[in-house]
Nanobody
């Protein structure tokens, strides 16, 4: 049974930094892609940053230059370093895991990030 667990959320003032971590377990395959998505109250869930098995990355325009995604394909783990956080980054952040040779996505339960003065 695949499990996806996030950690590292919290509260920070504008301009501060947080680091999120995600680990997927229970899969015999490494990831095809993993990524971070976020959902603010009353809004749809949006992609923040993703990383593919080949190391290529993709970022939402709103976080480019501030957030950095990294990962270890052999361990099915990813991290998201978030710098210069803004109030509009406030949301629940979800980790997504897509194993290779699979058409199914697995999601974590989410971790709250709050940016407020």
């Amino acid at each position: 049974q695949v499990q996806v667990v996030e950690s590292g959320g919290g509260s920070v003032q504008p301009g501060g930094s947080l680091r999120l971590s995600c680990a997927a377990s229970g899969s015999i395959y490494s990831f095809y892609h993993m990524g971070w998505y976020r959902q603010a109250p009353g809004k749809l869930r949006d992609s923040v940053a993703t990383i593919r098995f080949d190391g290529s990355t993709n970022y939402a325009d709103s976080v480019k230059g501030r957030f950095t995604i990294s990962g270890d394909n052999s361990k099915n783990t990813i991290q998201l370093q978030m710098n210069n956080l803004k109030p509009e980054d406030t949301a629940v952040y979800y980790c997504n895991f897509r194993p290779r040779y699979s058409v199914r996505d697995f999601w974590g339960q989410g971790t709250q990030v709050t940016v407020s003065s």
